[in-house]
């Protein structure tokens, strides 16, 4: 019953975060036009980048290094949208994998419960933010991304855990770290390895990561991405077409592919986030 009434609430959060955005799409269409975004590559960009992440491979990570690259959206508008664009996608994979995994429904709840307080406060403080003091916490994020990637790569991460639920201090420290990581979402800095990581060490069985994962995701994105459409942060192409293009994505990874041999392709993405880091540090040194 009470997952039942989980995905109920999966659906609404997620409906409010909809018609909010349609609202302010229909009262922006003129900007709309004006974003640099280009729409074919943005439609293939979309469903492939959602495509990896229900695999459970950033899109936070691969947006940032696309979206910089090809000059679609602003370093300062970068956090919201990496938010906004990721929230319908997220919710289909997370009305999938609630459904289709098992773990304990007090672990859930208690992990979705923390991780939306922490999105909730985040936008206060990031539209604050100067535009270089978001670049290094990007590049930062970048780099923990990718030695987190590089850490299960090498299986220094030990994944062999069986728990299905959380007790004590253990459920305790999760609910504090998905709280962080909630926070640390709305500064561009994706939740997704972190969370696996946090799975792991805490001896759950590593596919609870992904209700997990999703779930606290679902709830806490729309949450911050509210906040990120009502300060004017955010772009609004790159989210409609998300929206869209990126949800394709997820149907075709869960009901077509199902399974998806990643190895390779993470050493892609380390490569691909430490030299974006990198670059992105560097000029940070240079305009100091």
């Not at 992440?53 to 947006?63: N, Q």
């Not at 003091?133 to 030990?158: E, M, N, R, W």
């Not at 459920?171 to 972190?194: C, E, H, K, M, P």
Request: with cysteine.
């Amino acid at each position: 019953m009470v997952r039942y009434i989980l995905l109920t609430m999966v659906v609404i959060v997620n409906g409010y975060f909809a018609t909010v955005f349609i609202r302010d799409l229909l009262k922006h269409k003129q900007e709309f036009k004006e974003e640099p975004a280009d729409s074919k590559w943005l439609a293939l960009s979309s469903f492939i980048i959602f495509f990896l992440s229900t695999f459970g491979i950033s899109d936070f990570a691969i947006g940032t290094v696309l979206y910089q690259k090809a000059k679609w959206v602003s370093m300062k508008k970068l956090p919201g949208t990496l938010n906004t664009e990721c929230v319908i996608p997220v919710a289909v994979m997370a009305l999938s994998y609630i459904t289709g995994i098992s773990v304990g429904i007090k672990t859930l709840l208690v992990c979705i419960i923390c991780q939306v307080i922490g999105a909730y406060l985040g936008p206060r403080f990031v539209v604050k933010l100067p535009e270089k003091t978001i670049k290094v916490f990007v590049g930062i994020g970048l780099i923990i991304a990718s030695l987190l990637i590089v850490a299960g790569q090498l299986k220094l991460i030990p994944s062999n855990g069986t728990a299905t639920e959380l007790y004590g201090w253990k459920l305790i420290l999760a609910g504090f770290l998905l709280f962080v990581y909630g926070a640390l979402n709305n500064i561009g800095i994706g939740s997704y390895a972190l969370t696996m990581v946090t799975v792991y060490l805490l001896g759950l069985n590593p596919i609870a990561a992904f209700p997990i994962m999703m779930g606290a995701c679902t709830f806490s994105v729309p949450v911050g991405s509210v906040q990120f459409i009502k300060l004017d942060d955010y772009s609004r192409k790159i989210t409609l077409f998300t929206a869209t293009f990126g949800v394709l994505g997820v149907l075709v990874a869960v009901f077509l592919v199902k399974q998806l041999n990643t190895y390779l392709l993470n050493w892609l993405v380390v490569i691909v986030l430490l030299y974006s880091a990198y670059t992105m540090l560097s000029k940070q040194k240079e305009e100091a």
